[in-house]
Structures are given as C-alpha cells and as structure tokens.
C-alpha cells in the first residue's frame, strides 16, 4: 500500500498530540511489508507520517516541491528532514527552483500521482493560499485517488 501525506502545519501542541496518535492509527493499519508512505517531510504532520511509517517498519519516499524547499522551512526542522531525506528509498523532484505555493503544489501533485490513497490531516476548511490542504484534497478527488481525512475530535489548527 502507498499512503501519502498532505496536512496543516503549526497546529498547537494539544492537536500534535492527537493527530499523532491518529496517524500511528492509521499506519498501524497495514503491513509494513508492504507500506510505503510518500511525504514532502515538512514540519508537522508530514513528518510525523513519515516517521510513523518507520517506525512501523514500512518504507518512505520524499517529493522534494523546489531545490530551495528546505530553506523554506523552518530551521530547527532541517536536522529532521535531513534525517528523513537519508532515509527514503527514492526522491521525486518537480525540478523547480524556488519554494513557491505554486512548488508546493506541484509536488503535492506527483505525491498524489503515486499513492493509492491520501491521508489528508484537515480541518475542512478551505486552503488559505494557493496548494493548501484542501486544494490537494480537491486535486486528488479529481483524480481518483481517495483521501481519508484525519482531523481527531479536540484538534484545532489556531
């Protein structure tokens, strides 16, 4: 099985909890023999399906949105993704430059193309920029590839 990842970054720390707990849920559910998680690894729950998915003993791919992606990022989140970087059995590039929302997407855009189904940690709400949670909730329904939304009761994003 290969499950992607798509979700909203800087939830508060009582939603980590559950949303972490939610995602172990889910990667619990199938063989690590056979699971493959596919993530872009950014701070929050793209890491921690990534690291939940070893933890399992499935495997991790990275699609990396922009050469500039990891800039983007925070700073004391560089040491974990490049932790996970050295840990995937394969990296997709959109061969795009900078970290742009329009980057973003296009490597949501891949990450759906290689999944059979999109854990999407989401709230409901629309996207509040150009390749947010929802839009790759969007882009993968047209597509066919089902996403399974994991937002746990008590979890907010502000």
């Known amino acids: 099985m290969r499950l992607g990842i798509t979700g909203h970054r ?5 939603s980590e909890k559950l949303v972490r707990a939610a995602l172990q849920g ?17 701070d929050g729950p793209d890491t921690w399906f990534a690291q939940a998915v070893l933890d399992h003993g499935g495997r991790i791919e990275v699609v990396i949105p922009a050469d500039q992606y990891r800039e983007g990022l925070p700073e004391w989140h560089h040491t974990t993704y490049g932790t996970l970087l050295q840990r995937a059995v394969e990296v997709h590039r959109t061969g795009l430059v900078e ?53 746990p009761e008590g979890a907010a994003r502000d």
Do not use: F, K
């Open 99 to 151: 970290s742009t929302s329009e980057a973003h997407m296009a490597g949501s855009e891949i990450l759906v193309g290689l999944v059979d189904e999109l854990i999407a940690v989401w709230d409901g709400q629309p996207a509040r920029g150009y390749g947010g949670t929802a839009d790759v909730v969007a882009y993968a329904e047209r597509n066919g590839v089902p996403a399974r939304v994991l937002w």
């Open 26 to 42: 889910e990667v619990r559910r199938h063989r690590p023999d056979d699971l493959v998680g596919v993530s872009c690894i950014a």
């Open 10 to 14: 800087g939830l508060p720390e009582q």
